[in-house]
């Protein structure tokens, strides 16, 4: 089992930025494939993007692709998200989760996930 904590959450104009973290602990994750999801009031989980811990590799969803980032760093087992040029639609809980599958924007090929932090974006 994996364990992820989020932070880094807040409340921020459009057009401003933001970077989430999530510290990532338990059995080796470096099989793993990260992910950010997020979920508005009233919608559903939504694909953001993932990241493959041992390559690198990462997939955007279209809405995101050009303004955000993820990444991670080996030394500190933590996955960040660099959130730039926010829109108010980006308004949303956003989780950090991980899978065993690459490839999947599914939330239900993630086993485990963090508690979530809250993004505002004003207009």
């Known amino acids: 089992q994996v364990q992820l904590v989020e932070s880094g959450g807040g409340l921020v104009q459009t057009g401003g930025s933001l970077r989430l973290s999530c510290a990532v602990s338990g059995r080796t994750f470096s099989s793993y494939t990260m992910g950010w999801f997020r979920q508005a009031p009233g919608k559903g989980r939504e694909f953001v993007v993932a990241?493959?811990?041992?390559?690198?590799?990462?997939y955007y969803a279209d809405s995101v692709k050009g303004r955000f980032t993820i990444s991670r760093d080996n030394a500190k087992n933590t996955v960040a998200l660099q959130m730039n040029n926010l829109k108010p639609e980006d308004t949303a809980v956003y989780y950090c989760?991980?899978?065993?599958?690459?490839?999947?924007?599914?939330?239900?090929?993630?086993?485990?996930w963090g508690q979530g932090t809250q993004v505002t974006v004003s207009s």
């Open positions: 990241i493959r811990w041992s390559t690198s590799s990462t």
């Open positions: 989760a991980a899978s065993s599958v690459y490839g999947s924007r599914h939330h239900a090929d993630f086993g485990s």
